[in-house]
Each structure stands twice: as C-alpha cells, then as structure tokens.
C-alpha cells in the first residue's frame, strides 16, 4: 500500500506543504483562490520564464480532462497527487478538472442523501405579501337593530336584565300591554266573525303595522280571543347591547326598548401603516386572541377605509370574522396578519435558499448528474418568506434550500484547491533559476 505523498507549492519564495494546506487550511485556499496566487510568479522570476509559465498555464487550463489530485474515499479532506490506497485498500478516487470548473461541485446520490440536500424550483407569480397589524373586535354595524315601540303602553316580562345577555332565536325579548293594540285586535276579532274578506285582510295589516308577531296573529285567529299581553321575541340569535327599559315601565311611541347585535360574525377593525404592503377587499386574514391558547381564527377583510389617521398615521381596514364559538368578544384587542398578492408577474425563492455575506447574495444552484454550482443572484423585495429575484435565476432552476452552507463552503474550497493544483502542477514545469555562484 503506497502511503500518500506530501508536495510542496512554492509561492513567493516561500515553501508550504500542501497536506496540511488540505487538512487543516481550508481558509487559507479561499484566500489564495481570492488573491490568484496562482496567477503571481515567483519571486525573481526573469520575463521569459514568466512567459512560459503563462503558456503552460493556459495549457492545462485547456484540459478538463485531466486528474488534478487524488482524494481518500472516505474523507475528502485526505489526498494524494499520485494514485494511492487508504488503510483498507481502497483506492483514492481521482478528481478532474472538469469537477472544479469554476465554483461547480459534483455529488455522489449517497453523498446527496447523507446531506439532506432539498432542492426547489424557482418560481414565477406574483410575490404573497403578509402585513401585521392590531385591531379591535366590534359588532357587525350592519347587524344592530333598535327594538323599539310602535305603540305607547307598559313593558311587562323582560327577555333580558342587563346589556351583554345573549338573546337566543325565538327567545322572548318582552311583552307590551297597551290598550291601543286591545282595539286593534278587536276590529280584527270582529272581522273574522262576520267573515268579512275585505275587513279581514285590512284589519290583518293594521295588526302588522302595530309590529304585531305572525304567530300572534294566528293565535287571534285561531281562539277568537284577546291577547292582553303582545310578545315580540328575537328573529336572530343576538346579544343586548343596550337595555333602557324596565319591566312595568311605560314607554311612548318610537321608544327604543333595547338595541341588539349579532355576534356572528363580528368585525375587527384593524390600524395599518403606511409603510406596509397594499392590501384590497377579499384578502385572506390570520386573527390571534390574546391569550393565545384558542389558536386563531380566519377572516376576510371586506374593506379598506380611506382615511388615514393624521396622529398614527395608519388606516384602518374592516374584517369580517366567523364567530361560531364565540371566541372574539367586541372590544377585544387582536392581532392580525393580512396575507395577499402584490405586483405582476416575478420571479422568486425561498429565503433560506439565499446566502448572504460581505461578498453578497448567491444561491446553490442544483444542475444535472448530482453537480452543483454557486451563482450570484441581484435580489429585490422580500415578503412572506419569499424574496424576489431580479437576475441570476431564471423560471425552472432548482436551488437548495437546506445543506446550502455546506455545499457552498465545499464548492469554495474545491474551487481553491482546483486552482492551486493547476497552478502548482503546471508552474513545475516552468525551468528554476539556478543561483549564481560569485
């Protein structure tokens, strides 16, 4: 078994050695492939020489074929510039320099898996957009209705005793004695016992009128008797925002009893910066409660105010939320993010597919046959985990978006070493000066 050889680069004068620039010295051959050292000649190098080192330079850069180094199977970090076998017999396998074109690195599917490497594509759409924001739950404006009276009398048997009761569907909200209502049922009563069609129906009008309930009207008609006490009960099911009545109170006509709302679905008005993304009716909106253990809930924004507040300087928008279990209570401070599509048609990607560093953006750009090549990518507006793409890419590339780091630190060093390899293989040829003797 041929144990690895050891080579020294001569650069500058100064001797370094090589197996311990692979091992340990990953830096040092980004900083070489960085300065071009190998590119530089040798220190006192006359023009000729310098010449010729350019000539067999541009040779070797010409064959891709050929085998730069050889590396131990098992640990890259390990190699040899001759054919050699690890302590198991194994055979070093031979980097070319089509391998290390550039900052282009090829991977073995084992490799691949070990790596964990996930690859998406790179897509084109519109960019989705997310704005936060805080808000308030409020009733539904367009819900609230006055309960109020059409004819003066006594309010007797309150449905509810305080405002914030929930009034269910069918449920009594009160009874009005009033002997108005008395005449009218009268005339009614009258009508039918004549059999009067036309005093019939002029009679059932005047008892809708009066705000007289259907089933009221049925139970006239059906027992031929009075009804001292009119119920009127809730059409939905509702809470009592307001109470200003009293059982046994006497209230004239036009006087609202109590004001209702419905609790769902609810508003939650919400203030927006000026600085944030433009967001429009239809937009999918995320709500968080407060206490955070009741998850959240989704709604619609339905529309965005035009106004904006001159002290804040936000604008508010309305959203319209789903309130089945009752979890948004009005006046409850919410937290909200409004998720939408802004702008044409642009290219993007993931952020976490992104490298960004003192020598700017790039991305991992997965090719054919398990290579991989490191691009530099100009990026514009990022949103929602998502950055737009304004060249570099094109519709169709695959990045990596996990083991990115690795594979772009392992393409580096490749590329470093590809370089001084050529360098130093080629350089050797170039004839030394021989010292002078005096």
């Known amino acids: 078994m041929a144990p690895a050889q050891k080579r020294t680069f001569s650069a500058g004068g100064h001797g370094f ?66 054919p050699a076998k690890d302590q198991m017999g194994m055979d070093y396998i031979p980097v070319y320099a089509s391998e290390m074109t550039g900052k282009e690195l090829s991977l073995s599917d084992a490799v691949v898996q070990k790596l964990g490497v996930r690859t998406v594509a790179v897509t084109e759409g519109p960019l989705a957009t997310e704005t936060r924001a805080v808000g308030t739950v409020q009733f539904d404006a367009t819900s609230i209705r006055d309960i109020s009276l059409k004819s003066e009398g006594w309010v007797e048997r309150l449905g509810a005793s305080a405002p914030g009761e929930i009034i ?31 005093r019939i129906a002029l009679s059932e009008q005047r008892l809708r009128d009066l705000g007289f309930e259907s089933s009221t009207i049925n139970t006239l008609r059906d027992t031929r008797k009075l009804v001292r006490r009119i119920p009127f009960h809730a059409s939905t099911r509702s809470v009592v925002v307001e109470l200003r009545a009293r059982a046994g109170s006497y209230a004239p006509i036009g006087e609202v009893v109590m004001r209702l709302a419905a609790i769902d679905p609810v508003w939650v008005i919400i203030d927006i910066p000026q600085s944030a993304p433009a967001i429009a009716p239809g937009d999918v909106a995320e709500i968080h409660l407060p206490n955070g253990e009741s998850g959240s809930v989704e709604g619609r924004v339905d529309n965005v105010y035009s106004m904006v507040d001159s002290a804040s300087r936000t604008r508010q928008a309305r959203l319209v939320v789903a309130n089945p279990g009752r979890l948004l209570v009005p006046h409850m401070s919410v937290s909200a993010i409004v998720r939408s599509q802004s702008g044409g048609q642009s290219l993007h990607v993931p952020v976490s597919a992104v490298i960004r560093d003192g020598k700017g953006d790039r991305v991992v750009v997965a090719l054919d046959q398990g290579r ?41 060093l490749h590329a470093a070493l590809a370089r001084l390899d050529a360098g130093s293989a080629c350089k050797s040829m170039v004839p030394q000066q021989q010292p002078q003797s005096h």
């Open 168 to 198: 269910e569907r069918g449920q009594l909200l009160f009874e009005l004695y009033s002997p108005r209502l008395e005449t009218a049922e009268q005339e009614y009563l009258n009508a039918l016992q004549f059999s009067d069609a036309e």
């Open 17 to 82: 050695d090589r197996w311990a620039l692979r091992g340990g010295c990953a830096w040092f051959c980004t900083l070489a492939l960085i300065a071009g050292c190998s590119d530089r000649h040798p220190a006192g190098a006359s023009k000729e020489e310098t010449g010729t080192a350019k000539a067999i330079d541009n040779d070797c850069a010409a064959t891709p074929g050929a085998v730069l180094y050889y590396r131990h199977p098992m640990n890259p970090a390990v190699t040899s510039p001759t």
């Open 372 to 412: 991989f090549a490191v691009r530099a990518v100009q990026l514009g507006k990022e949103s929602a985990g998502e950055v737009i793409v304004l060249g570099g890419l094109a519709k169709g590339d695959r990045v990596v978006e996990s083991a990115l780091f690795l594979i772009d630190s392992e393409a580096n």
